[in-house]
């Protein structure tokens, strides 16, 4: 039997249990002052009203769903209670004619017992229909808590699409602005002529080969970002040896730890473009990651020409700020200052967490 057949039959299943012991526990409170009327015992009395609220359980289960359609002016839920009380003197004199031992008189001619029949339907149509109405104003309370419920995971079903969506046309953006960055600078040393442009050319390739194919990966973790950064540093340092000169300092223990891909090379990559390039003797960039508490603290601080020369955050950092966003929602930070006496300080803060295998 398939999944949602199952699933169907055992909710069916739970409904009926627990109005049939709606029903029951109801016959019982009616036997409180039907017991003071009726010159019979307790059980016995228990049994007949139980009886009819069963007859009654039964009409209001079936008239749930037969017939399948109805006229327009005919409501379901009016024809489930009319079958209800329709249910209860049907089934009391069901009930009475078939109690009456062979060669008694009918319960009709004996007044005790008309009497019975009458208090019983009275009570069954009184308590009846209005449990009844208590059970499909319940039900639709949890038929509209249940819409709700579907409404606001297919919301945030499609809000966690359009995120992702929104990550990755982030993504395809960071990739050709690192790529065109670089292409631009193996461009400068081919346009001057330098020796070193093949070299860097080929390193360049060799890079692009392993890189390349995780600038549209969805998810990143700070080893590969470091192992990025590291041959995007010795790619620059090839191209200015004189002029670049690096530290990289990461906490082993944060390598598994969760991050937008091209973070940390999106900030590398910064200091490089708009704090070493321009300044005619370079400068230095400290790269540090490191643990504080539950979060993790990436820091890149560079010697460049700072805010005065560079001018205002490039394309990529603002990309990544957004990226940023998009992730972690509220709980990340990017903070850039300025460094004394020049250069500047990016951080990233993001929550550690572990990345599954």
Known sequence: MPAAVTSITRFDA???????AVAAAVAMAA???????????LPALWLRAATVGLAGVLAFSILERWPRRLPKRVARWALQVGGVALAVPFTTLSIYLFSTEAGAPPFWAVPERLSGVALLTMAGLLLGPWTAVAALVRQKD???????????????????QALDARLKLMQAQVAPHFLFNTLANV????????????AVLRSLTAYLRAAVPQLHDGGDTLGQEVRLVEAYLALMHMRMPDRLR???????????????????LTLVENAVRHGID??????????????RGMRCLIRVADSGVGFSQSGLP?????????????????????????????????????????STP
Do not use: K, N
């Open 142 to 160: 949890a038929l509209a808590r249940h819409q709700a419920l579907a409404f606001d995971l297919e919301r945030s079903e499609l809000a966690r």
């Open 314 to 354: 490039g394309t990529g950092l603002a990309t990544l700020r957004e990226r940023l966003a998009l992730t972690f929602g509220g709980d990340a930070q990017l903070r850039l200052m300025a460094r004394q006496p020049q250069g500047v300080c990016a951080e990233v803060e993001i929550p550690a967490l572990e």
């Open 14 to 20: 739970a409904v009926l249990l627990r109005r049939i």
């Open 278 to 291: 321009p300044g005619e003797e370079g400068g230095s960039i400290d790269i540090g990651i490191e643990r």
């Open 246 to 264: 690096y530290t990289l300092q990461v906490d082993a223990s944060l390598e598994s730890v969760l991050c937008p891909a091209m973070t940390l």
């Open 187 to 198: 461009q400068a040393l081919v346009d001057v002529g330098s020796p070193q442009a093949p």
């Open 31 to 41: 036997c409180g002052p039907l017991g003071l009327l009726f010159d019979v015992p």
